[in-house]
């Protein structure tokens, strides 16, 4: 049993290695895997890390939906590039949540089990060509909002995983919206008025991929304060908005929102009120496609099992030959 001078040099302990990690954040020193860090801290990159390494690979399946179908063969091969790249980005942020200490495979079971969380955008039927630019261009925007300010997130790895994410979706954003741009200049109207509806379809819910107001999210204020997040929700959305509307307009486009108006005074668009009941819906698994997507996804992990154990056995052949030369 220990006595309380025990207990009370252990807190003081703690107490001190706290202290030396708030300066560090403060100082925006990169929090690197093997350096001390509250629990807290490691639970909340933990849960952010694997959401988003999730919402890479589901985000996956809306486009695949599109591969076998597209319009032209360049198209095809733009698409599977871009899907490619998507897995990649899911690889690169299983990794930097193992560096946490979190285990992959549970954190993919508990995916597959309906007790993870991935964006809400997955969620949503792709039932036209035109989905696919949209996509690119308002859904990996609205991404790389988000992103670009995790470069400078507090944890090291997720920092630099995101530069090269970033970079990615940003040639994935230009290349919706170019895919678009061509459909409204030089298409027919059954094409333009496909576009339409598209972002009809894909606007509110891709305002709501920022979240609700930090008020009504229990994690930002602690997120903020370790500068795992750098931003608010509502900055983040505003930024986007204030973004995209030229680009909207310049299209030949308008958003399904008669209250969006530009205000003089602060700078800013105005915009409607989003309807986060429909949100809160689809992140309790209630959405268009929830039940879908989860299927898919654990139908794929099932199928490909024995890639999985070959590259398993492959590995294990290669560490008896290294010990055995290591021997001779």
């Not at 988003?52 to 809306?62: C, D, K, N, Q, Y």
């Not at 680009?247 to 308008?254: A, K, R, V």
């Not at 915009?271 to 689809?282: L, N, P, S």
Request: proline share 4%; with cysteine; hydrophobic share 35%.
């Amino acid at each position: 049993m220990q006595s309380s001078s025990q207990k009370d040099f252990g807190s003081s302990h703690e107490s001190d290695e706290e202290a030396a990690f708030m300066e560090k954040i403060q100082a925006e020193v990169k929090i690197e895997p093997d350096n001390w860090m509250p629990a807290g801290y490691r639970k909340s990159l933990i849960r952010q890390i694997s959401q988003h390494a999730h919402s890479e690979i589901v985000g996956m399946l809306p486009e695949g939906n599109w591969v076998t179908r597209a319009p032209t063969f360049k198209r095809k091969l733009q698409l599977m590039a871009k899907i490619q790249d998507e897995a990649g980005h899911g690889l690169y942020l299983y990794c930097a949540a193992e560096t946490l200490g979190a285990d992959r495979d549970q954190e993919i079971a508990r995916l597959h089990a309906g007790q993870a969380k991935y964006s809400s955008i997955f969620n949503y039927p792709t039932p036209s060509w035109a989905d696919v630019g949209t996509i690119g261009w308002l859904v990996d925007g609205a991404a790389i909002v988000n992103q670009v300010v995790l470069q400078r997130t507090s944890y090291g790895p997720y920092a630099r995983a995101m530069v090269r994410i970033c970079k990615e979706e940003s040639f994935h954003q230009r290349q919706g919206y170019e895919l678009l741009l061509v459909m409204m200049k030089q298409g027919n109207e059954a094409q333009k008025a496909m576009v339409q509806d598209s972002i009809n379809r894909f606007w509110w819910p891709v305002l709501m991929m920022f979240g609700p107001s930090d008020a009504q999210s229990p994690n930002s204020a602690q997120s903020m304060t370790w500068k795992i997040k750098r931003n608010s929700n509502d900055e983040l959305r505003q930024r986007f908005i204030d973004q995209t509307i030229p680009q909207l307009e310049f299209l030949g486009c308008t958003a399904p929102d008669p209250d969006l108006k530009w205000n003089a005074e602060r700078g800013h668009y105005d915009f409607g009120e989003i309807q986060w009941d429909e949100f809160y819906h689809v992140l309790e698994g209630n959405g268009p496609c929830n039940q879908e997507r989860l299927d898919t996804r654990r139908q794929a992990f099932e199928e490909g099992s024995w890639v999985r154990q070959a590259a398993a056995a492959h590995a294990r052949k290669e560490q008896e030959k290294n010990r055995e030369a290591a021997h001779v």
